[in-house]
Antibody, heavy 120, light 110 residues
Framework: QVQLVQSGAEVKKPGASVKLSCKAS????????MHWVRQAPGQRLEWMGW????????QCSQTFQGRVKITRDTSASTAYMEMSSLISEDTAVYYC?????????????WGQGTLVTVSS | QSALTQPPSASGSPGQSVTISCTGT?????????VSWYQQHPGKAPKLMIY???KRPSGVPDRFSGSKSGNTASLTVSGLQAEDEADYYC??????????FGGGTQLTVL
């Protein structure tokens, strides 16, 4: 069965960077795009960007351009999301989500989420 | 990044129907038939309930249905059950491989 297992909770100081992982299993990792979505406490879902798992190309929301880097390790079926220059407002649960192929297709499987807390 | 507009809350009694709206613009909801709805229980990851405006993934009860008119999409939950109490988010494709979510609606089963 399809599973996306994310890395554990992180606590970071303002200005630091964080790198989260999302390990996929139960399907061919390179056949489906992987997206990242975050949710601040009590807030809405916010789309961050995505990774073409086949060729490694990425695209980020304008909100996160220059601060977020999405990468992959195909041998480990794992996607990574690294965010730099963290501020307190980046405190959130970060989800990876598999997307069905095709431009408008939805996110059909989600990871369990990783809580990132940014605090001095 | 602006969000699609959803009512913050909705409610209904068991067995009743409730409809949640999701309003965007001609650049997102109105421009594509790629609206999805996600259910999120507290502390859990979102779950896909509706995609491409009105399609249901396997395993989602047919009590859940979706529609769209112009720049507004809607999710209707019929025959409300206690387990339907959750947050619901709409999502729309906005072109150039970008996506947008709504502000979320907290559904309460009275």
């Amino acid at each position: 069965q399809v599973q996306l297992v994310q890395s554990g909770a992180e606590v970071k100081k303002p200005g630091a960077s964080v790198k989260l992982s999302c390990k996929a299993s139960g399907y061919t990792f390179t056949s489906y795009p992987m997206h990242w979505v975050r949710q601040a406490p009590g807030q809405r879902l916010e789309w961050m960007g995505w990774l073409n798992t086949g060729n490694g190309n990425t695209q980020c929301s304008q909100t996160f351009q220059g601060r977020v880097k999405i990468t992959r390790d195909t041998s480990a079926s794992t996607a990574y999301m690294e965010m730099s220059s963290l501020i307190s407002e980046d405190t959130a649960v970060y989800y990876c989500a598999r997307k069905l192929t095709g431009s408008g297709n939805p996110f059909d499987y989600w990871g369990q989420g990783t809580l990132v807390t940014v605090s001095s | 990044q602006s969000a699609l507009t959803q009512p913050p809350s909705a409610s209904g009694s068991p067995g009743q129907s409730v409809t949640i709206s999701c309003t965007g613009t001609s650049s997102d909801v109105g421009g594509y038939n790629y609206v999805s709805w996600y259910q999120q229980h507290p502390g859990k990851a979102p779950k896909l309930m509706i995609y491409e405006v009105s399609k249901r993934p396997s395993g989602v009860p047919d009590r859940f249905s979706g529609s769209k008119s112009g720049n507004t999409a809607s999710l209707t939950v019929s025959g409300l059950q206690a387990e339907d109490e959750a947050d619901y988010y709409c999502s729309s494709y906005v072109g150039r491989d970008n996506w947008m979510f709504g502000g979320g609606t907290q559904l309460t089963v009275l």
